[in-house]
C-alpha cells in the first residue's frame, strides 16, 4: 500500500510540474494568449492604415486638385506667377519663434503669348 502512495504521489508530482511549467503549461498559454491579443492590435492598425492608403489612392486617381498638392508638398512644385517663400530651419525656427530672415523667390513669369 506504501507503495501505490509513493507512485499516485510522484505522479502528482510529475503532472503538477507539467502544469505549471512543462512545455503548454499555463504560464505558455497565458503569454501566447498576451501575444495573440498585442498581433490581433497591430492587425487592426495596419488594416486600419491600408485603408486610408486605399482611399488616398483612389483620390489621386481621380482628382488632379489632390495631385497638385502632392506635388507641392512633397516636390516643392510650384505654378507659373505664384511666389515661393522660403524660410530656412534654424534652431529658433524650429522652437516655434518667427525667424525675421526669409528668403523669397519671385516666380513672376510671363508666357511668350503674354498669358
Known amino acids: 500500500m506504501k507503495w501505490a502512495a509513493l ?37 487592426a492598425r495596419l488594416e486600419e492604415k491600408n485603408n486610408e492608403l486605399l482611399e488616398e489612392i483612389v483620390s489621386l486617381k481621380t482628382s488632379n486638385e489632390l495631385i497638385e498638392e502632392r506635388a507641392r508638398e512633397d516636390l516643392g512644385l510650384i505654378k507659373r506667377g505664384e511666389t515661393l517663400y522660403l524660410f530656412p530651419e534654424t534652431p529658433s ?22 498669358r
Open 7 to 43: 507512485v499516485l504521489s510522484l505522479l502528482l508530482v510529475l503532472l503538477q510540474y507539467r502544469l505549471w511549467f512543462a512545455e503548454g503549461s499555463l504560464q505558455e498559454q497565458a503569454e501566447l494568449k498576451q501575444r495573440l491579443a498585442q498581433l490581433e492590435r497591430e492587425n
Open 93 to 114: 525656427n524650429l522652437a516655434g519663434q518667427p525667424n525675421s530672415s526669409a528668403s523669397q523667390i519671385d516666380l513672376n513669369q510671363e508666357q511668350p503669348d503674354g
